[in-house]
């Protein structure tokens, strides 16, 4: 269902606004026309809900999600404060409760929004029209209601939302080259090519010298290569991340199932550079409502309500990562860096203590340098680049994990190294497991069989399931799923009917050849 919201902005929060459009303009910041709406919290929640846009596909979860951000507002566990969603013009949408210290914050913050949007790589190949886009795909979804029923393209949609992260969300950023394929007029037709290994004899010594029975041996053996490499050869020639496109293009299914399918993926690809830089697009963001609002945005009435509600929004937990604060310090942190010239081969060949600690070349390319890190990074890269043993330390960052015996979780380690790379397995594929596609005709079945990128984390074994289920129901014939279980490598095959688990050998497996 479409939610019209449109109506004029109050005299004086369109002042607020451009007043804040200059600002933001005169920092260098470069966004798209931003269009902003007041809409009270229900409204607001079914945008949420939405993903930020007033019309989507129907779907029970996104009822569900629309009656937990109301629970969750009604019991006073959590408030929404505006939303900004990637098109152009950028629409936001500003709760009409908020006070104007807190709509003056917002609209500085989404300006930060809409500036990553415009110009981050990750957001440069998303649908920039997909507010249409979305409306064109609950039309299309609607009349597949009409035709086939609600309750057979609700079912199909919840298989179809089961994998939708099983995408290669860095393929839009790839150019492939496409290598020109000699085809055979009629492949029945194509012969084996053999070589013939005949040594050069004499006439009297030929049948010593080239014995007929090591020859015929010798064509038998290529001939079984050729079988083996050409004719049972598995597709994909190639292993492949995009499970969504290759069942779109080899799953049995019917042709309205493959148009929602596509939907599916669509939609998945235009949401995936926002999880790709959830820590970057915060930080840039808060980094500049600070910026906007302690210089330009404040009386002197509305300083302690802005230091309440920031430091509410920078608020840190011993079990839970927030990508605002992180973000946001990582880029002061660059910013100082830059300034003071703290990089580079001569800062980290640096042992004396003293002199790191006074280390000021007053370079002042700090805010330059931030600038280019929105440009060109997402959050693995940014972490992996600027997160620094000195800056670890400096904010106290520590891993942590559950404890089995005890129940509950502990810190694991406060080493760098550990913290640093648990953090980065986490932002891999947003903490989800990578799967691949490497064989569609599995043992000459028709079968499907996927690979489990093994990163030290194991499947939950009763989700995987479940997610077996729905790919074999895309699938239309048997789908094996190896991975590892108990450090012991695994096959999960379901049949349609049946779940089998059986462990693997290495000449079993298709892991050595990738």
């Not at 300034?339 to 004396?352: I, P, V």
């Not at 094996?480 to 089998?500: A, K, P, S, W």
């Amino acid at each position: 269902m479409s939610i019209s919201t449109y109506r004029p902005l109050p005299d004086d929060i369109r002042a607020i606004q451009d007043e804040m459009e200059k600002v933001a303009a005169s920092y260098g910041l470069d966004f798209y026309e931003t269009i902003f709406e007041m809409l009270d919290y229900e409204e607001l929640s079914r945008f949420a809900a939405y993903g930020g846009f007033p019309i989507r596909y129907p779907h029970w979860r996104f009822g569900a999600q629309f009656d937990e951000l109301m629970k969750g507002y009604s019991y006073g566990l959590q408030k929404i404060y505006e939303m900004v969603i990637n098109t152009d013009p950028c629409y936001a949408y500003l709760l009409n409760c908020n006070s104007i210290t807190d709509q003056k914050l917002v609209i500085a913050h989404v300006y930060g929004h809409c500036d990553f949007f415009k110009n981050n790589a990750w957001f440069s190949k998303t649908n920039r029209r997909m507010l249409d886009q979305l409306a064109n795909h609950a039309a299309r979804i609607n009349r597949y209601i009409d035709r086939y029923g609600h309750e057979a393209v609700e079912e199909f949609i919840d298989s179809c939302l089961s994998i939708e992260d099983l995408i290669d969300p860095y393929s839009p950023h790839i150019v492939r080259s496409v290598k020109q394929r000699k085809q055979p007029s009629d492949a029945g037709d194509e012969e084996p090519e053999t070589t013939d290994r005949r040594f050069r004899a004499k006439d009297y010594m030929d049948s010593f010298v080239n014995p007929q029975e090591v020859l015929d041996q010798e064509r038998s053996e290529q001939q079984e290569e050729y079988q083996r490499q050409h004719v049972n050869r598995s597709f994909p020639a190639e292993p492949v991340r995009d499970l969504l496109q290759f069942l779109i293009e080899h799953g049995q299914l019917r042709e309205w199932q493959r148009d929602v399918l596509s939907i599916i993926r669509e939609e998945a690809y235009y949401f995936a550079p926002q999880g790709q830089t959830k820590i970057m697009n915060e930080g840039w963001a808060s980094y500049w409502h600070t910026t906007i609002m302690t210089n330009h945005g404040l009386t002197d009435a509305e300083v302690i309500d802005y230091a309440d509600h920031h430091s509410g929004t920078m608020a840190t937990s011993p079990t839970r990562l927030n990508p605002y604060k992180l973000g946001i310090e990582l880029f002061r942190d660059i910013e100082d860096r830059w300034n003071r010239g703290q990089f580079g081969s001569e800062w980290e060949n640096c042992d004396d203590v003293e002199a790191r600690d006074h280390w000021d070349k007053k370079l002042g390319l700090g805010r330059e340098k931030i600038f280019e890190v929105r440009r060109i990074h997402n959050d693995i890269t940014f972490i992996d680049t600027f997160l620094t043993e000195d800056f670890c330390r400096r904010h106290r960052m520590f891993s942590f994990a559950y404890n089995d015996e005890e129940k509950t979780y502990e810190i694991e380690s406060r080493e760098f190294k550990d913290v640093k790379q648990h953090l980065l397995r986490n932002l891999t594929n947003y903490g989800r497991p990578q799967i691949r596609v490497i064989d569609g005709n599995y043992r000459n079945r028709g079968e499907l069989y996927l690979q489990h990128q093994f990163a030290g984390i194991e499947l939950k074994l009763d989700d995987a399931e479940d997610t077996l289920h729905n790919v074999q129901k895309l699938w239309g014939r048997p789908v094996n799923l190896e991975t590892v279980i108990d450090e012991t490598l695994h096959l999960l095959t379901y049949d349609g009917q049946t779940h089998r688990r059986s462990p693997l050998t290495k000449n079993e497996t298709f892991t050595l050849i990738n």
